[in-house]
């Protein structure tokens, strides 16, 4: 499997912890299922970067897995739970973005 699509898997699953937590305290009924989510999305992200580590540089690998984790936690936050959003919150994602996107290069 490519190694490359095995790091933003993990990127990817990276989000769902916080984003469990977060639905467990805005949904108290739903809190066990949600931290179970965060639990899950944990273990299968740190596995997946394990995976991909063996093939991608430590150092490139993990700010690609915690690049895609920021961003895309950022971008639900702000899309789901109303965090806010101005220019500077944007530069600063789309500075991280940038800075993962040279490393990779």
């Not at 066990?32 to 580590?53: D, T, Y």
Request: net charge positive.
């Amino acid at each position: 499997m490519n190694p490359w699509f095995v790091l933003a898997a993990a990127g990817l699953f990276e989000i769902g912890w916080p984003l469990g937590f977060k639905l467990a305290q805005t949904a108290p009924v739903w809190r066990i299922p949600c931290i179970a989510l965060s639990v899950v999305s944990m273990a299968l992200s740190g596995w997946l970067l394990f995976l991909a580590q063996k093939h991608i540089p430590i150092g490139t690998a993990y700010a690609v897995w915690t690049g895609i984790g920021a961003a895309g936690t950022f971008l639900l936050g702000v899309a789901l739970f109303g965090d806010t959003l101005n220019w500077s919150r944007l530069a600063g994602v789309l500075l991280i973005v940038a800075g993962v996107a040279l490393l990779k290069a």
